[in-house]
């Protein structure tokens, strides 16, 4: 039968990364969707990226940007699944050609959370011995808690989040890992939280703690369908953030970070770079008003998209305002040298 958005009896073929956790959030869009339309069918097609297939490479070294998500778009491209569930800070802020975000759905807690060896239980990191190791794969997290906890050192943890958890219990390597909490929680590990790292300790991912959801941007049912997802203030968050990176031109090789607050219809961004050890940094926090009517828009700006966002039920002018936030804070900070420290970071990485 068709379906009152215009999608057909076929099965919807939704795309995802192998992971337990990459299944899970899956899952839980489809769950989502099959709510709002029991009518459809929806099929999971699980694949392998390449982010998943090399674990002895520090992500920031493996130097492609797509590492979880092209092998997925290359099955959308190829008509092989219609939409692709992904968290959202995988996603660059600059999406190959005829693909779109879609929906991002209502964020997680994007805070970053520390999860200690069973042997210390109980602390906190200011608490952990001297020279104590801490695992993560993430060159922002790294610089921003250098700086905080400098008795501290971190190392390099790669794999999915079983794989980090069970290196971090089973050998004596490390005292700790730092994970999004928004994970931990998916996959029903809340209990393992030892520390919350708040924004006074380290500023979170742009999209942290968001499921994105992408989709070929000329596919208007699947597009239609799956808009049902936004959650507005979600979109607009994370659409400054987005512009954000891009203005900086920042990706996994260098530590860019944020944190955005949406309080009575005033949207507050605060942005960082820092530099590999967190010695040189430069953070600052800018607000916008994002409280506007919601216009229909139908039209030749149909298809408007923000840093790859299309919400067509978000209203217009909230999103240009939020996307120009981030552009401008960006400008702020390179105003101020920010380009140099990145560069800077982009350089040494790469040695």
Known sequence: AQGENGVDGR???????????????TDSVVTMLRELYPDLRFEIVAMSTTGDKIL??????????????????NALERNEVDLVVHSLK?????????????????????????VFHPKNCGKTLSLLPEKSVIGTSS????????????????????????????????KEDFSAVILAAAGLKRMGWENRIGQLLGP????????????????????????????????????LCCIAERAFMKRLEGGC????????????????????????????????TMQTGVSYPHQNEDGPNDDVQHV??????????????????????????LSKGAKHILSVARQLNDA
């Open 139 to 170: 060159l922002r997290r790294a610089a921003q808690l250098k700086k905080k906890f400098p008795h501290l050192e971190f190392r390099d943890i790669r794999g999915n989040l079983n794989t980090r958890l069970k290196k971090l219990d089973e």
């Open 308 to 333: 790859g966002i299309t919400a067509k039920n978000v209203p217009g002018q909230a999103q240009e305002a939020a996307e120009n936030l981030g552009v401008e804070l960006a400008s702020l900070l």
């Open 56 to 73: 002895d490479t520090a992500l920031s070294k493996i130097g492609e940007k797509s590492l979880f998500t092209k092998e997925l778009e």
């Open 11 to 25: 099965a919807i073929r939704v795309g995802t990364r192998r992971s337990q956790l990459a299944r899970i959030q």
């Open 200 to 235: 006074e300790d380290c500023l979170y991912a742009v999209g942290q703690g968001a499921l994105a959801v992408e989709v070929r941007a000329k596919d208007q049912e699947i597009l239609n369908m799956v808009s049902a997802l936004h959650d507005a203030d979600t979109v």
């Open 90 to 114: 995988d996603l660059p802020t600059c999406l190959p050609p005829g693909f779109t975000i879609g929906a991002v759905c209502k964020r997680e807690n994007p805070l970053d959370a520390v």
């Open 253 to 284: 090789s260098v530590p860019v970070a944020v944190n955005t607050l949406l309080k009575d219809g005033q949207l507050y961004l605060t942005g960082a770079v820092y530099s590999l050890d967190g010695s040189d940094s430069l953070k600052e």
